[in-house]
């Protein structure tokens, strides 16, 4: 019925290249955590700042599932101090079902007094764990996005692929060196079955 072909006349979208995220390598993570340029958990702004790093390094947890966070989300299981990664509010949200997971919290963290500062949150009878606004677009991890980017710029590492994200990235990469099964590493770090890589 259609004697035109119309292949001739339609320009077909093309996808745009995405920058592929990349993960840090040990220069990178040296400059990050410097001491002297890194924020100081004494300091009460300073202190989420600190600590969502730290956790997205050694737990490979996306930065949202950090940052909103709830105090009764550190749990003891088997007497071993966990991170509860849930939905359970109306102020959190998870990216898929395997994204809920209970993982041990790494021994690096509690030698640097994280307990500590969860009994003292819990102390002040604070709900969440950080004190960071919640957005509609980013969640609670709007500022941390952004004070991030622009710590990245002044240490020296940003540069297109490495973002925040690169922690997650940085993780499945030394998960994969070390020779961690697949399935623990898709548990810990709330992948679905057939990917490492995920976001």
Do not use: M
């Amino acid at each position: 019925i259609i004697d035109n072909n119309l292949n001739d006349f339609v320009d077909l979208p093309v996808k745009l290249e995405e920058t592929q995220r990349e993960p840090f390598d040990h220069d990178d993570l040296k400059k990050i955590f410097n001491p002297k340029t890194y924020p100081n958990p004494c300091f009460r702004r300073e202190i989420g700042k600190f600590w969502v790093p730290l956790i997205a390094l050694y737990h490979g947890c996306r930065l949202n599932e950090i940052c909103q966070l709830d105090v009764d989300d550190i749990v003891l299981n088997k007497n071993i101090p966990c991170f509860d990664i849930n939905a359970n509010g109306k102020d959190k949200h998870l990216k898929n079902k395997t994204s809920e997971r209970v993982i041990p919290i790494h021994p690096v963290l509690i030698d640097l007094g994280f307990l500590q500062y969860v009994q003292y949150r819990r102390k002040e009878k604070e709900k969440k764990l950080f004190d960071f606004e919640k957005t509609d677009r980013s969640g609670y991890g709007n500022l941390i996005q952004h004070w991030f980017s622009r710590y990245l710029k002044t240490t020296g590492v940003k540069q297109p692929g490495k973002v925040f994200h690169s922690f997650r990235h940085t993780f499945a990469t030394k998960a994969v060196e070390k020779r961690v099964l697949l399935y623990y590493q898709n548990a810990l770090g709330g992948w679905d079955s057939f990917l490492i890589n995920g976001n």
